[in-house]
């Protein structure tokens, strides 16, 4: 099976998101990945539950929000609420992580735990077995534009071995830096879920640079290349 885009409205043009969402999901994404951040948690300031329930009327795509704030246990119901298949907080930030993926589950939704670059896998050592997905930081949160950071990639290829030894279906999104360029190397780790936002936004054409990209992943099953 091949991993699937996750085009990051970072880094969409604002003043016409429900357009460009529309662009990435007729160029096949599977699905919308909503960028919040608090100006606290980490050094910027983007969108909330309001704006998420707005995408919510304008796309069919699962919206897969990752909450880049502080006290993130306060507002995952108000995401859910808002038409979130996915929520994501990140450990760092999670006082009470058993409490809080127990509360995004029980509200109906996906729970995902985010790890920043350079906070190890142990991290989530006794959370695993009850999440849905990982979430890898391959860059430093707060912007979109940065360079991947290469060392993240052989975090997910441990990820995945150890997600395969304990048996459990849990999935892989990596999210930062991902380009046209990187994308198979990226895809090759045993990845599940990919973010992208520049190297899409990024683009004169959205859509098509969707396009190509999911044709990327498409074609790496066929060639065998997808591990
Ligand atoms: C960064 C965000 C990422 C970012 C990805 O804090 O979590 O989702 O928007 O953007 P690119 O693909 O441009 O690195
Ligand atoms: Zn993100």
């Not at 896998?121 to 890898?136: G, H, K, N």
């Not at 912007?143 to 950071?149: E, H, P």
């Not at 060392?151 to 999210?175: F, N």
Request: proline share 6%.
């Amino acid at each position: 099976m091949s991993a699937v885009l996750a085009p990051s409205i970072l880094s969409a043009d604002f003043a016409r998101l429900g357009a460009q969402v529309k662009e990435v999901e007729a160029g096949g994404a599977a699905l919308i990945h909503v960028d919040v951040m608090d100006g606290h948690f980490v050094p910027n300031i983007t969108i909330g539950p309001a704006v998420t329930a707005a995408l919510r009327k304008v796309t069919q795509l699962p919206l897969d929000c990752h909450l880049m704030i502080s006290d993130p246990d306060r507002y995952v119901l108000d995401f859910v609420e808002a038409g979130a298949e996915m929520v994501s907080v990140h450990v760092e930030a999670a006082v009470h992580l058993h409490r809080t993926v127990k509360r995004i589950q029980d509200a109906g939704a996906k729970a995902g735990v985010v790890l920043n670059p350079a906070t190890p896998l142990s991290a989530i050592e006794d959370i695993l077995p009850e999440v849905d997905f990982v979430l890898l930081m391959s860059v430093n949160p707060g912007f979109g534009g940065q360079k991947l950071i290469p060392p993240v990639l052989q975090k997910a290829r441990r990820l995945r071995e150890w997600i395969e030894r304990e048996g459990l279906s849990t999935r892989i999104e990596i999210d930062g830096g991902v380009t046209v360029d990187n994308l198979r190397e990226v895809a090759s780790c045993g990845i599940d879920m990919i973010v992208t936002g520049s190297a899409v936004f990024g683009t004169p054409d959205p859509r098509a640079t969707t396009q190509k990209m999911v044709r990327t992943l498409a074609e790496m099953v066929e060639d065998g290349s997808r591990c």
